[in-house]
């Protein structure tokens, strides 16, 4: 899957892009690692009771010239993306899910698209 100037989750109405401010400090404060390929990636668990490895997770890559990215949910093994807005326990996991975008937001690394 090639990065992208805009896209969201699968299942989530809202459109997301990097935004204009983003710096590589910011990322790497927020908790993103280097990739071998010189990119950025960033896994939250979004079922803290489960812990990362057996928990759905939020998961954002950010190319290394900070224009494209992928984001997506995937499941504990990453193999396959999960919607979760039709999931199960859909209310914990968009409120973890939320606030996990709503950081990126605030520290100004993501911008949600008005249509």
Do not use: W
């Amino acid at each position: 899957m090639a990065f992208l100037k805009e896209c969201s989750v699968l299942g989530d109405v809202n459109k997301y892009e990097l935004s204009n401010n983003i710096k590589k400090y910011s990322l790497r404060d927020v908790g993103f690692i280097l990739t071998n390929a010189g990119g950025f990636l960033l896994e939250r668990s979004l079922e803290p009771d489960k812990g990362i490895n057996h928990s759905i997770k939020f998961k954002i890559l950010v190319n290394k010239s900070l224009d494209g990215f992928k984001m997506n949910n995937v499941s504990s093994s990453g193999n396959s993306e999960i919607n979760i807005f039709t999931h199960k326990d859909a209310d914990l996991l968009i409120e973890q899910y939320n606030y996990q975008i709503n950081e990126l937001i605030d520290r100004e690394i993501l911008k949600r698209i008005e249509e």
